[in-house]
C-alpha cells in the first residue's frame, strides 16, 4: 500500500539525512576497530624500553645477558655496564631525565639464587616485565645446564617450543578457523547486535513519542490503521538499520584489507604485528544468521519500545519508563556469555529458545559453537512466535495509547487497552 | 432551502470511556456543501464524534455514513481534510517535505503533492521557506503550514475541530477566507467550535451538544426562530422612569436583564410590544432606543446548556 510506503520513506530518508546517522557509520568502525586493536596497541604503548645493564658478574653471563636483551622484542640495551657503587643513583637520574625507562642489576646471584632486579619508571606492564622474567630464566637454565656438563646442542634441542593450533570444526567439516578466531567472531556480533537492538529500538521509541507530543498521529491514523503505521515505521528504522550494517560491513572490510599496513603505521613495526590481529572468517551463512536474528529481535523490541512510548506523553516519561526493555536486552546479552564459554550448556540452550534472549544467544551459540540448522531454525520460529505474540499486544497498546494524554496508565489500565476490541 | 443528499450522517452513535460517556446516542445530518457547526461546551463530546468520524476512535453503538457508504473516514480520507484540535507538525522536518508526505497519506502522488504544496505557501506567503525546518518557523506561520496540510488533496468535506483556537487575528482571518473559499467551491466544511460568534458568522447549519447529548440542530435561521423567542433590546437616555415595574409584570415579560441605561427583555409568549413601548412612554422613561430583535446564537445556547454545564467540563478524553 502507498501510504504504508509512504510512512517507510519518511522514516528512512528523514534518519539517513541527518548527521547522526553518519556519525554512527563512521564511529561503527572506528569503534570495532578499536575493540580489537586496543589490547595489541595497549601492550606496545610502552614503545621500545632502553635499558642499562648494569653487570656485578664475575663471569661472561652479564655480557650474555645484555646481548640476549638486545635482541629480544621490545628492550634495546643502551650500554652495559660495570657495577661500581653509586652507580645506581646516577643511572636513576637518567631514568629521571627519560634518557634510558629503565636499568637491569645482574650479579652472580641470579645463577646462583635466581635474583636480579629492575628498576625503572613503568614497572605495572605485565607483559613487559613477564618477557624480561622469561628471558632471564631461559638464559640462566641453560647455563645453569652447562654448568652441570650438559651438552649445548641437547638443551637447545629440549627447549622446542611447543604451538598448538586450534582449528574448528563447524557442522562436520574442519574450517581452518581458530579458537581466537571464533571467540573473537561470536564477542564482535553479540556486541553488534546488543548496540545495534538498543539503538534502533530507542530510535523506534523516539519516533512513536515524536508523532504523539506533535498529536500528528491523529492526522496519521484518520489515513492509516494504527498498526500500519507501526508497521510502517518499525520497517523502515529496520531499513536504516540494514544500510548502517552495510556500511560498517564495508567500512570493515576495506580496513581489514589494509590491516598490515595500518598497523605498520600506526606501530611503526613490521607485518608480524598483523598476525596477532586474528581475522574472524565471516561466511554467508554467518551473516545470515546475523542478519535474520537481528531482524527478528529488532521487531520484538521496537514493538516494546513503541508500547513504552505509546504509554508516555513526553520524552523524558518515555526514557524513565524504557528501562524494563532495556535492561531485557541488557540480560540477553551479558547471559550470552555463557553461551561463548560453553554453547552447548543446558544454559546456553535455553537461551537460544527464549526469544528475548534468542536475537543475541542464537548467533553467538553459532558463531563460538557448533549449532545445526534445525537449532537455529528451531530458535527462529520461537522467536517468531514469541514477536507475533509481543507485537500483537503492543499494538493493541499503541492504538489506544497514542491518542491518550496525561497520566500514565497503571497495570489494570494496560490491561483493558489490550482487551478493547 | 432544498436540501441535496447528506455528506455525513450519524445515527444514534455512542461512545463511553471508563467512567462515562462521551458520546450519548448522537444523530446528526449534514448537507453536501454547508458550513456545518458542531457546537458545545468544553468537554460536550465534540472532539470525540469528530474523532469517531474520522475512524480514530470507533462508537460503541449507533452507525455512521460518509458518503453515503457506512464506517467511518478512514476509507474515504482522500476526500476528507481533518485539523484537529491539539495541533503538531513533523518539527525536524522541511516544510515542505511535510506537505508531501502528509499529502501522500492522504491518497496523494508525489508529484502532485508538491506541486499543490508549493502552490498553497506561495498563495500564504510561504514560499521562501519551503525549505526550511518546521521548528524554524513561527507559531502563526506553522499553523498556515497546518491549514494547508488541511486542504492539501481538494477535499470534499472539511473537518475543522475548533480551527480558531490558539490562532492570532491575522491567521483567523486566512483561516476564514479558507473556510470561505473552500464553501464557494461547494465543499462541505463542517467545524467544531464553543465560540459562537464565529459560529454565527459562519454557520448555515449547526448541532447544539452538551454532555454527548444532542440538545438541538437544523439551520441556524429555523433555530432562532422556534428557540429564540422573542427578544426586546432597550436603550434608555438618561430618566429609566418606573421601567422596573413595566419589567415586573410577567404576562409581558417572562425574563430580563437589566443594565439600567441598557436592558434585554425576553417577551412573555403572546405578549404585545407595542403595550410594553406604552407602558414605558407612560411611567416617564425617556429612550433612546427601541428594537424587536432575534436572539443571538450565544443566547439560545446558554439557555440551552444552562449555565451550570458551560463553565466546567474537563472531561475531554
Same mark, same amino acid.
Request: proline share 4%; hydrophobic share 45%; charged share 20%.
Given at each position: 500500500?502507498?501510504?504504508?510506503?509512504?510512512?517507510?520513506?519518511?522514516?528512512?530518508?528523514?534518519?539517513?539525512?541527518?548527521?547522526?546517522?553518519?556519525?554512527?557509520?563512521?564511529?561503527?568502525?572506528?569503534?570495532?576497530? @578499536?575493540?580489537?586493536?586496543?589490547?595489541?596497541?595497549?601492550?606496545? @604503548?610502552?614503545?621500545?624500553?632502553?635499558?642499562?645493564?648494569?653487570?656485578?658478574?664475575?663471569?661472561?653471563?652479564?655480557?650474555?645477558?645484555?646481548?640476549?636483551?638486545?635482541?629480544?622484542?621490545?628492550?634495546?640495551?643502551?650500554?652495559?655496564?660495570?657495577?661500581?657503587?653509586?652507580?645506581?643513583?646516577?643511572?636513576?637520574?637518567?631514568?629521571?631525565?627519560?634518557?634510558?625507562?629503565?636499568?637491569?642489576?645482574?650479579?652472580?646471584?641470579?645463577?646462583?639464587?635466581?635474583?636480579?632486579?629492575?628498576?625503572?619508571?613503568?614497572?605495572?606492564?605485565?607483559?613487559?616485565?613477564?618477557?624480561?622474567?622469561?628471558?632471564?630464566?631461559?638464559?640462566?637454565?641453560?647455563?645453569?645446564?652447562?654448568?652441570?656438563?650438559?651438552?649445548?646442542?641437547?638443551?637447545?634441542?629440549? =627447549?622446542?617450543?611447543?604451538?598448538?593450533?586450534?582449528?574448528?570444526?563447524?557442522?562436520?567439516?574442519?574450517?581452518?578457523?581458530?579458537?581466537?578466531?571464533?571467540?573473537?567472531?561470536?564477542?564482535?556480533?553479540?556486541?553488534?547486535?546488543?548496540?545495534?537492538?538498543?539503538?534502533?529500538?530507542? =530510535?523506534?521509541?523516539?519516533? %512513536?513519542?515524536?508523532?504523539?507530543?506533535?498529536?500528528?498521529?491523529?492526522?496519521?491514523?484518520?489515513?492509516?490503521?494504527?498498526?500500519?503505521? *507501526?508497521?510502517?515505521?518499525?520497517?523502515?528504522?529496520?531499513? %536504516?538499520?540494514?544500510?548502517?550494517?552495510?556500511?560498517?560491513?564495508?567500512?570493515?572490510?576495506?580496513?581489514?584489507?589494509?590491516?598490515?599496513?595500518?598497523?605498520?603505521?600506526?606501530?611503526?613495526?613490521? =607485518?608480524?604485528?598483523?598476525?596477532?590481529?586474528?581475522?574472524?572468517?565471516?561466511?554467508?551463512?554467518?551473516?545470515?544468521?546475523?542478519?535474520?536474528?537481528?531482524?527478528?529481535?529488532?521487531?520484538?523490541?521496537?514493538?516494546?519500545?513503541?508500547?513504552?512510548?505509546?504509554?508516555?506523553?513526553?520524552?523524558?516519561?518515555?526514557?524513565?519508563?524504557?528501562?524494563?526493555?532495556?535492561?531485557?536486552?541488557?540480560?540477553?546479552?551479558?547471559?550470552?556469555?555463557?553461551?561463548?564459554?560453553?554453547?552447548?550448556?543446558?544454559?546456553?540452550?535455553?537461551?537460544?529458545?527464549?526469544?528475548?534472549?534468542?536475537?543475541?544467544?542464537?548467533?553467538?551459540?553459532? @558463531?563460538?559453537?557448533?549449532?545445526?540448522?534445525?537449532?537455529?531454525?528451531?530458535?527462529?520460529?520461537?522467536?517468531?512466535?514469541?514477536?507475533?505474540?509481543?507485537?500483537?499486544?503492543?499494538?493493541?497498546?499503541?492504538?489506544?495509547?497514542? *491518542?491518550?494524554?496525561?497520566?500514565?496508565?497503571?497495570?489494570?489500565?494496560?490491561?483493558?487497552?489490550?482487551?478493547?476490541? | 432551502?432544498?436540501?441535496?443528499?447528506? #455528506?455525513?450522517?450519524?445515527?444514534? #452513535?455512542?461512545?463511553?470511556?471508563?467512567?462515562?460517556?462521551?458520546?450519548?446516542?448522537?444523530?446528526?445530518?449534514?448537507?453536501?456543501?454547508?458550513? /456545518?457547526?458542531?457546537?458545545?461546551?468544553?468537554?460536550?463530546?465534540?472532539?470525540?464524534?469528530?474523532?469517531? !468520524?474520522?475512524?480514530?476512535?470507533?462508537?460503541?453503538?449507533?452507525?455512521?455514513?460518509?458518503?453515503?457508504?457506512?464506517?467511518?473516514?478512514?476509507?474515504?480520507?482522500?476526500?476528507?481534510?481533518?485539523?484537529?484540535?491539539?495541533?503538531?507538525? /513533523?518539527?525536524?522536518?522541511?516544510?515542505?517535505? #511535510?506537505?508531501?508526505?502528509?499529502?501522500?497519506?492522504?491518497?496523494?502522488?508525489?508529484?502532485?503533492?508538491?506541486?499543490?504544496?508549493?502552490?498553497?505557501?506561495?498563495?500564504?506567503?510561504?514560499?521562501?521557506?519551503?525549505?526550511?525546518?518546521?521548528?524554524?518557523?513561527?507559531?502563526?506561520?506553522?499553523?498556515?503550514?497546518?491549514?494547508?496540510?488541511?486542504?492539501?488533496?481538494?477535499?470534499?468535506?472539511? !473537518?475543522?475541530?475548533?480551527?480558531?483556537?490558539?490562532?492570532?487575528?491575522?491567521?483567523?482571518?486566512?483561516?476564514?477566507?479558507?473556510?470561505?473559499?473552500?464553501?464557494?467551491?461547494?465543499?462541505?466544511?463542517?467545524?467544531?467550535?464553543?465560540?459562537?460568534?464565529?459560529?454565527?458568522?459562519?454557520?448555515?447549519?449547526?448541532?447544539? !451538544?452538551?454532555?454527548?447529548?444532542?440538545?438541538?440542530?437544523?439551520?441556524?435561521?429555523?433555530?432562532?426562530?422556534?428557540?429564540?423567542?422573542?427578544?426586546?433590546?432597550?436603550?434608555?437616555?438618561?430618566?429609566?422612569?418606573?421601567?422596573?415595574?413595566?419589567?415586573?409584570?410577567?404576562?409581558?415579560?417572562?425574563?430580563?436583564?437589566?443594565?439600567?441605561?441598557?436592558?434585554?427583555?425576553?417577551?412573555?409568549?403572546?405578549?404585545?410590544?407595542?403595550?410594553?413601548?406604552?407602558?414605558?412612554?407612560?411611567?416617564?422613561?425617556?429612550?433612546?432606543?427601541?428594537?424587536?430583535?432575534?436572539?443571538?446564537?450565544?443566547?439560545?445556547? !446558554?439557555?440551552?446548556?444552562?449555565?451550570?454545564?458551560?463553565?466546567?467540563?474537563?472531561?475531554?478524553?
Amino acid at each position: 500500500m502507498s501510504r504504508i510506503g509512504a510512512v517507510i520513506r519518511r522514516e528512512f530518508v528523514e534518519r539517513v539525512r541527518r548527521k547522526s546517522f553518519w556519525v554512527m557509520a563512521m564511529l561503527g568502525p572506528v569503534f570495532f576497530a @578499536a575493540v580489537f586493536l586496543a589490547p595489541i596497541l595497549l601492550s606496545q @604503548a610502552g614503545g621500545v624500553k632502553r635499558l642499562v645493564v648494569v653487570d656485578r658478574t664475575t663471569t661472561a653471563f652479564g655480557a650474555a645477558v645484555a646481548a640476549r636483551l638486545d635482541s629480544t622484542r621490545g628492550f634495546i640495551v643502551v650500554r652495559r655496564i660495570a657495577g661500581a657503587p653509586g652507580v645506581e643513583d646516577s643511572l636513576t637520574g637518567e631514568v629521571g631525565a627519560r634518557r634510558i625507562e629503565g636499568f637491569l642489576l645482574v650479579s652472580d646471584s641470579l645463577l646462583e639464587a635466581g635474583t636480579a632486579e629492575y628498576r625503572a619508571s613503568n614497572v605495572s606492564s605485565l607483559e613487559d616485565i613477564e618477557l624480561l622474567r622469561e628471558t632471564l630464566r631461559r638464559l640462566t637454565e641453560n647455563a645453569r645446564l652447562e654448568r652441570a656438563g650438559v651438552d649445548p646442542g641437547v638443551v637447545a634441542r629440549a =627447549q622446542l617450543r611447543v604451538s598448538l593450533r586450534t582449528n574448528k570444526i563447524t557442522r562436520g567439516r574442519t574450517t581452518g578457523e581458530s579458537a581466537g578466531q571464533s571467540f573473537a567472531l561470536a564477542y564482535f556480533m553479540m556486541v553488534t547486535l546488543y548496540i545495534a537492538l538498543l539503538l534502533y529500538g530507542v =530510535q523506534v521509541m523516539g519516533s %512513536v513519542i515524536d508523532e504523539k507530543a506533535s498529536r500528528i498521529v491523529e492526522v496519521l491514523v484518520s489515513s492509516v490503521r494504527p498498526f500500519q503505521l *507501526l508497521f510502517g515505521k518499525v520497517l523502515g528504522v529496520g531499513a %536504516v538499520s540494514l544500510l548502517q550494517f552495510l556500511i560498517w560491513g564495508v567500512a570493515g572490510r576495506v580496513l581489514l584489507g589494509r590491516r598490515a599496513a595500518l598497523m605498520s603505521h600506526m606501530t611503526g613495526r613490521g =607485518q608480524d604485528i598483523g598476525q596477532v590481529f586474528q581475522v574472524p572468517h565471516l561466511s554467508i551463512a554467518t551473516a545470515c544468521v546475523f542478519v535474520t536474528f537481528f531482524l527478528g529481535g529488532f521487531f520484538l523490541y521496537s514493538a516494546m519500545f513503541a508500547a513504552v512510548a505509546a504509554m508516555s506523553s513526553t520524552e523524558q516519561e518515555a526514557r524513565q519508563s524504557q528501562a524494563p526493555v532495556t535492561v531485557l536486552i541488557m540480560i540477553a546479552f551479558f547471559s550470552s556469555f555463557a553461551t561463548l564459554a560453553n554453547p552447548e550448556s543446558a544454559l546456553s540452550v535455553t537461551l537460544s529458545l527464549v526469544p528475548f534472549t534468542a536475537p543475541i544467544a542464537t548467533p553467538a551459540r553459532w @558463531a563460538a559453537g557448533n549449532l545445526t540448522w534445525i537449532e537455529v531454525v528451531s530458535s527462529f520460529v520461537l522467536l517468531v512466535v514469541g514477536t507475533v505474540a509481543v507485537t500483537w499486544i503492543a499494538a493493541r497498546i499503541y492504538r489506544v495509547g497514542i *491518542l491518550m494524554t496525561g497520566k500514565r496508565p497503571n497495570i489494570r489500565e494496560l490491561v483493558r487497552w489490550v482487551r478493547a476490541a | 432551502m432544498p436540501s441535496p443528499a447528506p #455528506v455525513l450522517v450519524l445515527d444514534r #452513535v455512542t461512545k463511553r470511556f471508563a467512567g462515562h460517556t462521551a458520546v450519548d446516542d448522537l444523530s446528526l445530518s449534514v448537507p453536501a456543501g454547508v458550513i /456545518y457547526g458542531l457546537l458545545g461546551p468544553n468537554g460536550a463530546g465534540k472532539t470525540t464524534t469528530i474523532r469517531m !468520524i474520522m475512524d480514530i476512535l470507533g462508537p460503541d453503538a449507533g452507525v455512521l455514513r460518509l458518503f453515503g457508504e457506512p464506517g467511518g473516514g478512514r476509507r474515504h480520507s482522500e476526500r476528507i481534510g481533518y485539523l484537529p484540535e491539539e495541533r503538531g507538525l /513533523y518539527r525536524k522536518m522541511r516544510v515542505l517535505d #511535510v506537505l508531501v508526505f502528509l499529502g501522500e497519506m492522504k491518497g496523494m502522488d508525489r508529484r502532485r503533492a508538491r506541486q499543490r504544496a508549493g502552490d498553497w505557501l506561495a498563495r500564504l506567503g510561504l514560499a521562501e521557506w519551503r525549505l526550511r525546518r518546521v521548528d524554524e518557523l513561527s507559531k502563526g506561520m506553522q499553523q498556515k503550514v497546518q491549514f494547508i496540510s488541511t486542504v492539501l488533496h481538494d477535499p470534499d468535506l472539511v !473537518i475543522l475541530d475548533e480551527p480558531f483556537s490558539g490562532l492570532d487575528p491575522v491567521n483567523t482571518q486566512v483561516m476564514k477566507d479558507v473556510v470561505l473559499d473552500l464553501h464557494g467551491r461547494g465543499k462541505t466544511i463542517l467545524f467544531s467550535t464553543h465560540i459562537m460568534e464565529q459560529a454565527e458568522k459562519l454557520c448555515e447549519q449547526l448541532c447544539i !451538544i452538551a454532555r454527548g447529548r444532542k440538545l438541538v440542530d437544523g439551520a441556524l435561521s429555523d433555530i432562532k426562530r422556534t428557540h429564540g423567542g422573542h427578544h426586546l433590546v432597550i436603550g434608555f437616555d438618561g430618566s429609566t422612569g418606573s421601567a422596573a415595574q413595566v419589567f415586573a409584570d410577567k404576562s409581558l415579560v417572562s425574563r430580563v436583564d437589566n443594565y439600567r441605561q441598557y436592558a434585554e427583555l425576553e417577551l412573555a409568549t403572546g405578549a404585545d410590544p407595542q403595550r410594553i413601548l406604552a407602558g414605558l412612554v407612560s411611567s416617564g422613561a425617556r429612550l433612546s432606543r427601541f428594537e424587536l430583535q432575534e436572539p443571538s446564537l450565544h443566547k439560545i445556547f !446558554i439557555d440551552l446548556v444552562g449555565p451550570e454545564t458551560t463553565g466546567g467540563g474537563a472531561l475531554r478524553e
